[in-house]
């Protein structure tokens, strides 16, 4: 037997050496996700091996995981076996239990889909009209465009229906026919592909309504957290495969949202997607080199509509897939969506859009010309990078406070278990908690308190005390968490002082993206990360770039109004401001 | 060892008793083709069990041929062993002798391509200008149209080679993104998708100029020799297969133009393809069953462009794939193609273009106005359904005299071998000359004569005495060509009675397809199957289907022609005349 200790969540699992790790995540207490059963094939029992020994890596895992992956330790659980008497593992995600931020305070607006449906009564042919069944399809429906798949099931309905059919249109083109008496509902997809996550809501076009939403982790994760890493894996041989991944993540939501609700692929006829400007380009298969280096010119920045067949995306093959433009090489059509979502360009005074994630977008208007910008703040507030960070998952501290004594107090996991990490917003409160009580200075030193001792990596604050070791908060972390503040709180004051508007000018702040969704407001101004407004004028806006997906989707209007919206936008440039340098560096100031 | 008795060729081959029957195929003296080398895909070795036993059909042939085939003793050659002494078989086609005609006396005309290619050099992206690729390229070439698969190769191309490139265009579709020093030729292949056999003709399209041609047989004759079995097979569950035979056709010319004129099929960017409405059906895997039954409706019978890779034609993926309509159920595009191929909408005096083949189609113009009609004529011409009666391979008699005394003379056959059996044009020179000395009379019935005997199904003629069997011509092939001769000689003459033109109006004859290349004129106006008009008034045209098909290859306003020259013809129905039974039956008389 091998004693497995599962991080963050801090369980010890007992498992026979002969086993893989997967049997490890497989146990109740850490309800580890696997697709394939062991085959290799899903690659979601993705681990980070730590201490200890484990089999070196299969064949499998060569094929599936990008050799500096391995080089990190990154490990198929289901492959590796451990090999010493105690092993220790890091996992991405455990269970069902993921807090995955899917919904929105702010509402998609109106409604007129791009498919529409008719049912045509056609004549039959006779020895005196022999016309063919396309030019009767044309002559009924003026201007019509029948793709070949549609044209090939075209004789066979019409001869069986007495012809009478029911033509699915997306424009011109007829998408798809059936029988006149065939099922009226019919369905769109709207889609949010982020880095980390994908989010997918249904949509009955009919109805207009929005029926269900799915989300699951973006499975290009195993090539790399972050959009650099998966730009530089798709520069290599590895752009077929990471733009697969992409797309098989987005057809994952659809196969559970059509089995959920019943519903044939086939009558799917209308897809958005939204994401930053990598995710943009690898769902489509397109080279992301230029995305990499300056000056970061995308491939496109103008809208596209492409069939669904031609991205192997699992709805009608004859499907529009609709993408809205990219901003820029690191401004994509998700923020141009929590813009047009936000209604941002609408507003009379100054006002803020924030969507905070590993990369943070900021957009400000200003007399109704809307500028954007975009800064690296890093995975900090995510979980990652620090010490006992975690995902917002089961056993994550998400609240908590500091005492005037520097002692934490009232902390809440989520699930209402015991601890095993913290998440970003409890690392905000314990941030902001420890900033008033002195317990770390401005400039983020840790300083003497009988909860600060010293660790494997300098100083660290014991935040909980437990039996399988201490959950910590280092020096180290401090310094994560500064630089990711810095980088968001130039983007915010270089954007500001770009167009001459102090604090006290704006009107109101949204914040979008699932991080926000659990801030402690105060304690986020407190640590600097947000601008110190007066707390009524902040709105937390949870996932506004879905929204404009489903704008998008439910409204064919909406798609040419979000064109015009980007071609109103500007966007600044950070890295070649040359107030950059200075600004980031007054920015790590914490408060 | 078995006795296998090849026909038509009346060869007999020892084979090993373990062997199959291609290795009797494979003897020189045969010279059977099989592209497989025995694997059972290809369906090339194509037999029919005569005589003796041989095994039961395997798996491969019950998955390749259908049902009622192998009831009528169809077999794969290289599946069936012999199981008795002596097996007789009759193959379909021997060798690389085929003679197939792609030759025309009749020229494609004017020359300007659906393609073109341009060297555009762009300007590389600076901070300043971060416009996407795909941008740059609009902005370059406006209105634009970039398919995704180019749009996925663009980025690579322009950052590789100093944003220089060059764009091959099809209309406004960009097929095509490649370095600006890449070869600058550029193809395209005209194909005329026949009953049995599929001819391709390969065009630079840069310098307008044909540069080879290919054919073979279209593969779809393991489904059934004619038009009618094979609308049949595709009206059940054998759409696809028989579809992909079409498509396996046509790439099998490409693969041999492309290897022989050493060209990379991504550099082939156009193709047109004529045929008849059943042939053109099956190519796009359009459901042929409206064409099986009255009123014949087709499913398309307006021009079509098609992607190349939607119906899986081995030349550029994007590039296009465009069919000229066909004019009704049973007068095809190929009919179009001879009508546009041989000017008649030109003529100022009353012309008619006669296409022989399976099925026949005959149009006639008058004041500027076409009218065409079809009739099924049966293969009998072709060299099917008569005793002796072969295609015009190696051994065809292919020209002969009758004597006064009833006698054979100047016996000439195909590759001067000695005589194994009969050809179209063989045929129609024996039975004019038996008509001539009297052995035949005009009503069809064959007299008393020293070289008529009786013969196992009446009497019959003998054309040449053998040690292997006697070469014969029966009373039942004259009553084959009675009718196949009626059904043509119907067919003109109602179009002419239509018109109220008498056959001294005619002012010139085009006789188009194969057979007519090798006839003997006045052979066949002396037996009725063309109108007795004054020979310098016909010409033979060759492949003048193939040669429509090359006008509208090379020269895109020849589409938009026929398209126009589609809207002014007429289709008789010939069917439906009135008048038809009696003529047939008139018709039936010889001369």
Known sequence: ?????????????????????????????????????????????????????????TEIELRKLPADRLAQGWRLACQAKPRSARVSIEVRS?????????????????????????????APPTLDDARGDLQRVVD??????????????????????????????????VVDVEAADAPSAFYGVAVDVGTSKIVAYLFDLHAGRRIDQEAVENPQIRFGEDVITRIAHASGDG???????????????????????????????????????????????LPPEGLGQAPFAPVVDTPLLVRAAEIGIDINPEGGVYLPPPIAGFVGSDALAVIAATRLAGKRKPTIAID????????????????????????????????????????AIE???????????????IGDTPPVGLCGSGVV?????????????????????????????????????????????TQHDVRQLQLAKGAIATGWSLLLASQG???????????AGAFGNYLDLTNAIAIGLLPPVDQARVAFVGNAAGVGAQMALIDVRARSRMARLRARTTFLELGAHKDFNAAFNGRLTLG
Chains 1, 2 share one sequence.
């Open 239 to 285: 752009l077929a495969e990471i733009a697969a991944a992409a797309r098989q993540g987005i057809n994952e939501t659809l196969h559970a949202l059509f089995r959920r609700q019943g519903i044939a692929p086939r009558h799917v006829y209308d897809m958005t997607i939204v994401g930053n400007t990598a995710m943009h380009h690898l769902v489509l298969g």
């Open 1 to 57: 037997m091998t004693k497995v200790l599962v991080e963050p969540i801090g369980v010890t699992v007992e498992v026979d050496g002969d086993s893989t790790l997967l049997s490890a995540l497989k146990h109740p207490s850490v309800d580890g996700h696997s697709d394939c059963n062991g085959l290799g094939t899903c690659g979601k029992c993705l681990v980070r091996v730590g201490a200890g020994e484990v089999t070196p890596p």
């Open 356 to 395: 905070i994630g590993t990369n943070t977008e900021i957009a400000l208007v200003v007399d109704r010309h809307v500028i954007v910008t975009s800064c690296a703040s890093g995975p900090a507030f995510e979980g990652y990078q620090i010490t006992h960070g975690m995902k917002a998952v089961q056993g």
């Open 140 to 173: 009924a429906l003026p201007g019509a465009d029948v793709p070949l798949r549609v044209l090939a099931e075209l004789p066979l309905v019409l001869r069986r229906h007495q012809w009478s059919a029911t033509f699915t249109r997306y424009g011109r083109r």
């Open 399 to 413: 609240k908590l406070r500091i005492g005037a004594d520097g002692s934490p107090h009232g902390i809440r996991t």
């Open 94 to 122: 455990t269970g069902g239990r993921r807090q995955i931020v899917t919904a929105s305070k702010l509402h998609h607006g109106p409604y007129r889909p791009a498919v529409r449906r008719e049912v045509v009564k056609l």
């Open 429 to 473: 409160d314990l941030l902001a908690g420890l900033l008033k009580a002195g317990v770390v200075e401005r400039s983020g030193r840790m300083v003497r308190h009988p909860r600060v001792r010293p660790g494997a990596e300098g100083v660290e604050y014991v935040v909980v005390e437990r039996a399988e070791g201490d959950i910590v908060f």
């Open 501 to 511: 508007i102090a604090v006290g000018d704006i009107d109101r702040v949204y914040v």
